[in-house]
Nanobody
Framework: QVQLVESGGGLVQAGGSLRLSCTASGSIFSLNTLGWYRQAPGKQRELVATTTSGGRTIVANSVKGRFTISRDNAKNTVYLQMNSLKLEDTAVYFC??????????WGQGTQVTVSS
């Protein structure tokens, strides 16, 4: 079992920045991917960015150049640095962990609200 705890969400004005953190605990020896998804009101959940334990990354085109994902394996933590935030970035952001056995785990989500 893997437990994920997110932090860093909040209210920010358009153009501002925010950094999300997610720390994993439990059976962390089995972790492969750590990443972020988001779900806005009335929309489907979508991938934001994800990383492997080896440092490979995938970033959605909608946030590429503005968001940066990073991972500290020693701390079992993944970060999402969000810059130049737009109104359309408003969503609940969920931390996601994938194990080498293809099990998936989710955090409870953290709200990011971007205002004008």
């Amino acid at each position: 079992q893997v437990q994920l705890v997110e932090s860093g969400g909040g209210l920010v004005q358009a153009g501002g920045s925010l950094r999300l953190s997610c720390t994993a605990s439990g059976s962390i020896f089995s972790l492969n991917t750590l990443g972020w998804y988001r779900q806005a009101p009335g929309k489907q959940r979508e991938l934001v960015a994800t990383t492997t334990s080896g440092g490979r990354t995938i970033v959605a085109n909608s946030v590429k150049g503005r968001f940066t994902i990073s991972r500290d394996n020693a701390k079992n933590t993944v970060y999402l640095q969000m810059n130049s935030l737009k109104l359309e970035d408003t969503a609940v952001y969920f931390c996601n962990a994938g194990t080498r056995s293809l099990s998936n785990y989710w955090g409870q989500g953290t709200q990011v609200t971007v205002s004008s």
